[in-house]
């Protein structure tokens, strides 16, 4: 069982950057691929960044440049940086822990961005 907290949303102005963190229990941290996805308001949940156990990364195209995945194994932790904020970034980001057919998500943290 692996339980994810996500921190670090908040009000930002467009232009304006965010770093959001996802800290998870137990020890097995570092075997799980890590993701990010984000969820707009009457839109489906899509994949932001993913980062691999070897810490292989992977952006959809819309952030490519501006976002940046990293995980601390020491620290149970994966971060998401977010530069060039830009309002149709503005969602519920939610942390995922993936392993073959496990699979948990955290509360989700809001990140808005104002024009």
């Known amino acids: 069982q692996v339980q994810l907290v996500e921190s670090g949303g908040g009000l930002v102005q467009s232009g304006g950057s965010l770093r959001l963190s996802c800290a998870a229990s137990?020890?097995?941290?570092?075997?799980?691929?890590m993701g990010w996805y984000r969820q707009a308001p009457g839109k489906p949940r899509v994949l932001v960044a993913v980062?691999?156990?070897?810490?292989?990364?992977g952006y959809t195209d819309s952030v490519k440049g501006r976002f940046t995945i990293s995980r601390d194994n020491a620290k149970n932790t994966v971060y998401l940086q977010m530069d060039s904020l830009k309002p149709e970034d503005t969602a519920v980001y939610y942390c995922?822990?993936?392993?073959?057919?496990?699979?948990?998500w955290g509360q989700g943290t809001q990140v808005t961005v104002s024009s």
């Open positions: 995922n822990a993936n392993r073959v057919t496990l699979n948990y």
């Open positions: 137990g020890s097995t941290f570092s075997i799980y691929r």
């Open positions: 980062i691999g156990s070897d810490g292989t990364t």
